[in-house]
């Protein structure tokens, strides 16, 4: 089974999908104690489907999604249904997708049914044992796919603007897999900390909310701080790694650095 960490936080704009997919990059370049190279699994539980599209896949209306593995309701269903993605780097044959479209909205109906936050953990039972790391885009919301994502996760991670709203978003998000992970059956579901995003370190502001969120959150739960690079944005936009995008040594940076503590952190098997 593959290491599975939901990536989420309260609210949206904060760099969820970006984590996702930044992270991924970075760690399909990184380096398991082993010296192999990790393989790694994205799972989209935002129907706005903003990473499977950042990762260069490209939605025919036709291919299944991660929609149709949960509504299977069997153990397995995700197996045959991991497809690659649309970059053309090297690495990016270690990386595989289990993308969303809109219809992911669908599955938001079955919550009362008995046992249904259940079914993506038992869609990717058996699923992903040919990858090291599963990386779980979720949406912004505590509903239904948040809760299918955190019952099939074994650890979650925040990202997070160095603002006051943000900051309090994180952690709603924080205390509710403390104290929500039992109920989804999922007791030793845990919190790694904080990557705090698009920091602008020319506004005193935002500086001083970064000071806040090591307070609050504690110093060694702040993963690392991703500045505000236009570069990055127009990365996402355009659906590239950023190793195809020109001068991008010192957007790259960061995410190599948390690639390597989350290495460190969430041992692959
Ligand atoms: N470090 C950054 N620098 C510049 N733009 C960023 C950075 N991180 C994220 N963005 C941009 O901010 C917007 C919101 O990020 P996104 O990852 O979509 O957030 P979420 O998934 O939480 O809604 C996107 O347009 C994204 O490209
Ligand atoms: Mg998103």
Not at 35 to 62: H, Y
Not at 74 to 98: C, M, S
Not at 193 to 218: H, M, P, T, W, Y
Request: overall charge neutral; hydrophobic content about 40%; glycine content about 8%.
């Amino acid at each position: 089974m593959a290491k599975r960490v939901a990536i989420g936080t309260n609210k949206g704009g904060d760099g969820k999908s970006a984590t996702a997919v930044r992270l991924t990059e970075a760690l399909a370049q990184g380096q398991l104690p082993s010296g192999r190279r990790p393989r790694i699994g994205v799972v989209d539980m935002d129907p706005q489907g903003n990473a499977s599209r950042r990762l260069g896949w490209v939605d025919t209306g036709k291919q299944p999604t991660v929609n149709e593995a949960i509504k299977a309701d069997t153990k397995g269903a995700a197996a045959d249904l991991w497809q690659p993605i649309g970059w053309t780097a090297e690495f990016a044959e270690r990386i595989v997708l289990l993308p969303a479209r809109l219809t992911l909205e669908n599955r938001i109906k079955e919550a009362g049914e008995t046992g249904a936050w259940r079914r993506l953990s038992k869609a990717l039972k058996g699923a992903d044992d040919h990858l090291d790391y599963i990386l779980i885009d979720c949406h912004s919301q505590f509903s239904h796919l948040t809760q299918l994502a955190l019952a099939a996760a074994h650890h979650t991670l925040s990202s997070s603007q160095a603002d006051l709203d943000s900051l309090n978003s994180a952690r709603r998000y924080r205390d509710f897999v403390v104290e929500r992970g039992e109920d989804l059956a999922n007791d030793d579901l845990d919190w790694l900390g904080v990557i705090l995003s698009q920091v602008d370190s020319r506004n005193s502001g935002e500086v001083q909310q970064v000071k806040n969120a090591r307070e609050l959150f504690g110093e060694e739960k702040v993963w690392g701080i991703v500045p505000r690079m236009t570069l990055l944005h127009y990365a996402d936009e355009d659906a590239k790694p950023l190793c195809q995008v020109r001068d991008s040594t010192r957007a790259r940076a960061p995410w190599e650095l948390l690639a390597q503590r989350f290495i460190k952190e969430v041992p692959a098997r």
